[in-house]
Every structure is written in C-alpha cells, then in structure tokens.
C-alpha cells in the first residue's frame, strides 16, 4: 500500500515540528524551551509562518486541519509509475562497498528493490517550479555558538564504551578490511540464490 | 614562529646571495632531480634543457589547503581546541559520534572564514550549504564529514604573491593564482599504526575542528610558484589571525594535483600529492611529481590517474594504495543544519539578535594590514628594497624590530635595514632564534647604530660592540665603547706613531710599495687597523701610510 505524497509531505511537516534542534548545545536532548526567544527572530519571512505553526502544535487538543487525525493514504496505480528498478550484481557489489553493508542475498536485494519501488511515487508528482528541498528546517535561523569550551574532558566515559581501547585510544583494525575480491563474490553470489 | 617555505625564503633571507629564478618555468627532468633541498625546478634560467620533447612539457600545479581555524573550540562542538593533549581527552559526545547528538556551529569559525575570503578577494556567498561526505575510516567515527560541497562560504578569489627573481638585479615577480572556492568543513581523527600488534589506535582529539579548506586553481607551474603561494597564504591567514599556520603541528595541509602538457594543448593527467605537511619539502614534491610525469610522457607512457604521497627521506613520491578504488562520497545535503545566511548592514533584520547575525561588511572593516600592503608600505616610508621587505616580513615580528630600530636611530632605514637582515637576523638563523628571543633589544641596536652614525666608532668597531651585545651582559652600547676602548681614536699623533711602527717594521712591504705595487699598502693598513682594534679612521691611516711610503 501506498500513500501519496502529499500526505507524506503534511506528515513529515508534523514530524519537523519536533524535529527542530530544541535546545541549542550538542550532546544531549535537554527538553523543550522554546528556542524562539533565544535570538534570530524572524529573521525571514518564512519564521514568523513557522512560529504560528509551532503555537498551534504546542496545544495537543488544538488540532492542525492540515494534519490528518487518523492514518490515511492513496492507492497510486501501477502504470502511473516508471518500470520497476532492478538491481543488478554489479550495483550490489557497489552499493555493499560504499555502505560497508552485507546483503549479498534475495531478501537483501527484493527489499531494496522495493524500497525503490515505493520512491518510484515521488514521480507521480508534479514538481515543475518547484524547487527541491534539502531540509525540513531550511527556512530556519542557524544557530551561531560562542567560540567557548563547554564540553570535552570525558574520556574515560566515552572510551568506556569502546569495546578495545589502550592508553586512552580506541583501538581499531589495521585498516579498512577490505570486501571479498570480485571473482570471490560471483562464487557467493551464485550460492545465494540468485 | 615562522614556518619557512624554504624554497622562497632561503632566496629572501639571503640577501646578498645571487639567484636565478625563471619566471615560467620549462623543466627539464635531468635538472630537477638533482637540485638540492630548497632548490626548486624554476631556478638556473638557463636551465640545461637537453631534450626537444622536454622542452615543450609544461607543468601544471593546483592545491587545495587545508587551514585549521584558530578558535577555541572545534566547529560543531564546545570542545576545546589544542595540539597534543592528552589522546580523547579533548572530545564532546558529538565529536565521538553518540547518536543524539547535533552539531551547533561555531560562531568564530564562520567569521573566520569570512574574514579569510574577504582577505583573498573573494565573493562572499549570503547563503551557504552544509553537505555530508561519507566515507568509513576509523578516525571518522560519523562516517560522513560536514563540509559544504553545494554552496561554500566563498568563491571566486585570488591570491597575489611574488616570487623572487634574479636576473641581473634582484626584484620580485608578481604572480597571482584564482582561488576557487573557501568551504568550513571537520578535521577528522588521527590514526596511528601499531604495526606490531597489527592495529590502529585512535585520537578523536583533532575529530571536529574547524578548517577551512581552499582550493586554489592550477595557475602555477613549479614547487617554487606553488611554495610561493603556500607562503603568502601563510602570513596572510597569520596576519589575519584566522590560521596559525603552524605546518609542523598539521594546521596548515597542502594537498597538490599535479599535471604535465603542451601549451596549448588540453591538461594532461593529474596526478594529487597528498598531505605536504612540511613547508620545507613542498617545492620538492611537487618538482619530483612534474618531473617524473614528464619523463612518462617523454618515454611514450601515459600518466595514470591516483593519489601518490612524498617520502620526504627518499625525496620522491610514491604511490598510495586507493582506500577504496574510485571514491563515491555520495554526497548529501546535512539534514541537522539550515543553510548559513550572512548579512551586511543594509539587509541586516532589524530584530535580530546580534549574536545571533554575522555582518560581512563588518568584517571587511576589521580586516587588519596585509603582508602585501606592509611590504608596500616599508619600501615606500622606508625606501628599503621590495626583497628586503619580503625578508622582514617573512619573519615574525622582525617588521615591528625594524621599525623601533629607525624611529630610535639617526642612521638612516637604509643602513638599519643591512643590520637587521645581515647581522641581527644571521646571528638569529645561526641558533635557531625568533626575533622575539633576541638578545639585543631594538633601543639598544638603536644606540649602536647612533654611535656608528655619530662618527664615535668605526664600522669594524660597532661589529665587535654588536657581538659583545649579543652576549647580553646588559651593558648599553655606549658603556661597552667605554669599557673596551673601542670609540674612533681622536689622537692624530697616536695614529700616527702606530702607522710609523708599522712601517719600521715592514721594510719589504715599504719597498715593494716605493717600486709601484700600490696594493701592498692595503697589507700595512691592515696591521694598522689591527693595532688599533679599528679604531682609527681609515682614512686618515691611508693618508699618512701614502705620505710615509712616497
């Protein structure tokens, strides 16, 4: 089952609302103060849409039209879409090397080739004018930190959990260990169904 | 304290020494080979180009600089930044990769960067992307770097510097080399190799700070440009404030790609020197890499495409094996940072928190002297030669002990600028000395120089003062005069009595000077300023030897 992208969209503008870096320090979740306040404020024009959204969300009971209460979705068609995506060996072979992933099997490549499918939808829609989105949070100030030490100092903590670690260092293997040569995976791809 | 580029400051430091520099530069592979450290493929205009073929093989030399910002902190965390502390002990939950963790940007990094740009001409871009860069090695605990891939911070800049020319007399050519781009991005980890128990231990203490990376276009054609160039950046970001520059300690990393073609012809091959982290050995990696390339061209090979590193025991660069084959960065836009927006005074929000909003146009009003201008700025106040001011300002703070110097002297810039590069900073070179370190104070070379203009001593005579200076008795100038009896003697009738022992106790010289070898007499005044430990004025000794030898 499908849903379309509009509803993808709306969901994913309600999930950016608690999506926002709430308290500006790295490290940990502190809680919900509200940033607004802190600085930058409508600096664009785009804030002051978000700070009205945010005030709305902040009530539970206030419910967002945009925000469907229930789950709900659009069947899309099958011939509205491009031929499905297949994945062949090769690409594997590639993806497996820059992901560091072992899925060198017919589950593995079924599941990515569905994973394409589903991305297959986004063609359905009409883009034309639009232009792309990198971020949720595009239109939001980035915070700027005073150049002053608050962290660090913590390495017993950190290297504490590190699996092998020597005089204060993670120890790590020698190098990348490197994927089976070529000829090698043919032999495993063919053992693995495929 | 001054890393020097050897390349151009050996050139620049010795003033006095005599060098060949071609301005564009046609290099011969049995030429390159054989220079010597600090020799670089530009020198010896007439180059012994043996081979037609070599003959039209020019070099092509890009860089991209690894500069790490000068702050307190790293760019995304609160984390401090410091060379060689404890391993792990300068690391925040985020510079280790925790999951949870966001990055905050440093505030000093970006003004940095700014402020650097503005420095190199470049266009500042009011808006700029962050972008991840995957790849997997241990000392990169994300497994992706935050860098700006899409929009960096600045683009389209360029350095000027000069490069030092001798034909047939010394001055200096202006060169200039565009700079692509300025973009904020992580240092990463450091890893070491435990060879023995076959492992890598890992130093996150580096993970995360700031630099500022630029690429510069491949407009130089030998290590000497390439090292010229390093060297300018250099002071400038120095100057600036926003890089120490340090190449020993890695704040400043030159990566060189390095290609070979025929003018006209489209670039050839390139091949990327990686991690030039000696300022001493950049002019020769590069030359060893344009000379190599070459002679694969010249025996009919073709240049292959890869990463080779300097070995700087064997001066030679070698291949290093690809991480991983063709790289695939699969870049991405970072999803945990909206874009950077700057501003300048008109289009700054009038709400808007200060903190909170970087003014371009501040910056640019902030940015401090350039090397350029003061070297500018010397030759014209001081009228001293355009070499010389390179020198002074290569070395720290030695522009500001020249110019204490002459606002303390009568003697002239002209006669203060030989003391300092020939005495001063020689002495200083020859035990590996800052100019902050010196022994002698600029009041009390001041004083010297006064005696000296004053008539009160003699050249030879204020040499001595100085070497007893140096010793750093504490003793002024003048007192050592007093106590060593080193003042120009006043005594006519004493000069004279040392002249006449002199000359009674030379009678072959006397006669070889009555039968016309004229030059024997210098002999004689020589034992003459002996005896008085140079006290007296030569002339006034010529004049009476002359009148007792005629």
């Known amino acids: 089952m499908y849903c379309t992208l509009g509803r993808i969209t709306s969901s994913l503008q ?37 700070t009205s959204s945010l005030s709305q969300s902040q009530t539970p009971h206030h419910h967002n039209p945009k925000v469907p209460q229930t789950p709900t979705w659009e069947c899309v068609r099958e011939d509205q879409l491009p031929l499905p995506t297949k994945v062949p060996p090769d690409l594997v072979d590639k993806l497996e090397r820059l992901a560091l992933l072992d899925f060198r099997n017919q589950d593995g490549v079924d599941c990515l080739e569905k994973a394409i499918r589903f991305a297959d939808q986004l063609h359905v829609v009409n883009t034309d004018g639009v232009e792309p989105m990198a971020s949720v949070l595009e239109d939001r100030t980035l915070y700027l930190r005073d150049d002053r030490i608050e962290e660090g100092d913590c390495a017993e903590q950190l290297l504490g959990l590190a699996r092998n670690t020597l005089e204060g260092y993670y120890v790590a293997p020698p190098g990348n260990i490197p994927l089976p040569e070529r000829d090698e995976r043919e032999v495993l791809l063919k053992y693995s169904e495929m | 304290m001054a890393a020097s580029l050897v390349g151009v400051l050996a050139v620049v430091r010795n003033v006095s020494v005599k060098r060949t520099v071609r301005s564009k530069c046609l290099i011969s592979s049995s030429h390159v080979c054989t220079r010597r450290l600090g020799a670089s493929a530009c020198r010896n205009a007439k180059a012994q180009v043996k081979r037609s073929l070599s003959q039209e093989l020019v070099g092509v030399v890009g860089l991209e600089i690894h500069a790490q910002i000068h702050a307190s902190t790293k760019l995304f965390s609160g984390s401090q930044v410091r060379f060689s502390s404890p391993p792990n002990s300068l690391v925040s939950f985020f510079d280790a990769s925790l999951p949870g963790t966001l990055p905050v940007l440093n505030r000093r990094c970006v003004e940095a960067a700014v402020m650097t740009g503005l420095a190199l001409n470049c266009t500042i871009n009011k808006k700029s992307l962050f972008d991840r860069k995957h790849y997997f090695y241990a000392d990169l605990p994300a497994g992706y770097q935050i860098t700006q891939q899409r929009l960096p911070v600045a683009v389209d800049g360029r350095l000027s510097y000069g490069v030092l020319v001798d034909g047939s007399q010394n001055h200096v050519l202006e060169r200039s080399v565009r700079i692509k781009q300025i973009q904020l991005e992580q240092d990463s980890g450091k890893s070491l190799r435990d060879g023995h128990r076959s492992q890598t231990l890992i130093d996150l203490n580096r993970a995360g700070i700031g630099l500022m990376e630029l690429v510069m276009e491949p407009d130089m054609c030998c290590g000497e440009e390439a090292a010229a160039a390093v060297r300018e ?12 520059g340090n190449m020993s300690e890695g704040q400043l990393r030159v990566d060189a790609n390095v290609s070979v073609h025929r003018p006209g012809e489209p670039l050839g091959v390139r091949t990327e020197v990686k ?16 000379q190599r390339q070459m002679a694969v061209v010249e025996s009919g090979g ?32 970072e999803p945990n940072l909206p874009p950077l927006l ?37 030759v014209k106040t001081y009228g001293i030669l355009p070499e010389h001011s390179f020198t002074l300002v290569n070395e720290d703070d030695l522009v500001d002990y020249f110019v204490s110097v002459v606002q303390r002297t009568k003697a002239e810039p002209r006669k203060v600028i030989g003391w300092v590069l020939k005495d001063l900073l020689g002495q200083l070179k020859q035990r590996c000395l800052s100019t902050a370190q010196s022994p002698i104070s600029p009041l009390a070379l001041a004083e010297l120089l006064d005696l000296l203009e004053a008539g ?18 504490g003793r002024s100038a003048e007192q050592i005069v007093e106590q060593q009896d080193l003042g120009v003697m006043r005594d006519h009738g004493e000069i004279e009595r040392i002249c006449q022992s002199v000359i009674d106790s030379h009678p072959e010289e006397v006669r070889a000077i009555r039968g016309g070898n004229r030059n024997v007499l210098n002999k004689l005044m020589g034992r003459v300023m002996k005896q008085t430990k140079g006290r007296a004025d030569p002339l006034l000794v010529r004049t009476l030897l002359e009148e007792k030898t005629s």
């Open chain 1, 14 to 50: 309600c999930v950016a609302l608690y999506l926002r870096p709430v308290r500006h320090r790295c490290g940990v979740y502190v809680g919900p103060h509200v940033v607004e306040n802190r600085g930058g404020q409508n600096i664009t024009r785009h804030r002051k849409k978000h």
């Open chain 2, 233 to 244: 950046l250099q002071l400038i970001l120095q100057a600036l404030g926003t890089c120490q």
């Open chain 2, 275 to 290: 991690n030039i982290n000696s300022a001493r050995f950049l002019a020769r990696a590069i030359d060893y890499e344009l």
């Open chain 2, 302 to 333: 073709t240049v292959v495409n890869e990463t080779r590193a300097f070995d700087f025991k064997s001066g030679q660069t070698i291949p290093m094996r690809d991480k991983e084959g063709l790289q695939d960065y699969r870049f991405m836009p």
């Open chain 2, 342 to 378: 700057l501003y300048d005074q008109q289009t700054a929000p009038m709400d808007a928190d200060p903190t909170q909003v970087i003014l371009i146009d501040q910056i640019q009003e902030q940015l401090p002297e350039l090397p350029r201008v003061t070297r500018e700025r010397l």
């Open chain 2, 456 to 473: 009160r001593i003699s050249s030879p005579a204020a040499k001595l003062v100085f070497q007893e200076l140096w010793k750093g008795t």
